[in-house]
């Protein structure tokens, strides 16, 4: 006997950066009705602040779709949306808040791709937050929104382990591949009532806050340790820096070494450019100047010298 194949769906999809693109791309793969892709509007991106579409737009208007970008989503955003009955919706990475209506108007929902395993990290940058702290694996949680922040029913969640050393740009290339093929499971599971949601536990949450620019300076006065994971956890945004002679020096990558004791935080003690922490060294492995091109360190500094015993400003006290 065949085996049936599973329902095609009408969707809206609802994201913006690569991620959700991934994402977007697998539900086109299995033949869903993609009816309508909500994204943000174009936004300046780039040394040029050329206005650039997001990478969901840019594939859905590859692909024919329509594509609707508002700044918010208003009363008109809402009857249009409600107005196209889709069977479900697919969030992933929006940046949008869904107002009541539209998580209420879909048949089976609105389903969004979360990457974390609920209700750990929570919130805007669970991928950053999670290599951040330290965290030795993630995921992607399949969940049913609803009106709270990351709070509603888990239909699918699946483990991920973070290899030591890993960047934040090759953490989201993983977890989209781990989204695009769970959120393909969890609607086809879904059109045939075959999923149950459960409820997220009261302990556990953690939020995952948005990122700020301000946060890629190197404070000194920190373990070495959490400076290398904020190295990799902010590779993308908003990158890590340290300040020398009144210019920002971007640190690409790190490792960590040891410090004698007694050495001031910020302190250059060799020629390398090994630098004292609160608890241990950081030594930089790829550095760059801002407009120039990105250098392994011993090559930056036959450049760019940065003397022995210098001592470089923490931010915490500068």
Known sequence: MALR???????????????AARILGALIEAGHEIAAVYTQPPRPAGRGHRVTPSPVQELAEARGIAVVAPAKLDSGSIAKFTALEFDAAVVAAYGLILPTAMLA????GCLNVHASLLPRWRGAAPIERALLAGDRDTGISIMRMDEGLDTGPVLLAERLAIPPGMG?????????????????????????GKLSP???PADGATYARKLRREEGALDWLKPAAAL???VRAFEIFP???FTHGGERIRVLAATVAEAPSGAAPGTVLDDTLTIACGDGALRPT??????????????????????RDTLLPCPATS
């Open 168 to 192: 934040a740009a090759a953490l989201y290339r993983e977890l989209a591949e781990l989204g695009a093929r769970l959120i393909v499971a969890a609607l086809a599971a879904a059109a045939e």
């Open 198 to 200: 459960k409820p997220q």
């Open 239 to 241: 990158g890590t820096y």
């Open 5 to 19: 194949p599973p329902p095609k769906l009408r969707l809206a999809f609802l994201g913006t950066p690569a991620f």
């Open 286 to 307: 790829q550095l760059q100047r801002a407009g120039r091109a990105a250098l392994a360190t011993p090559e930056f500094l036959r450049g760019y010298p940065i003397p």
């Open 105 to 108: 108007s879909p048949r089976l």
């Open 228 to 230: 290398e994971r904020a």
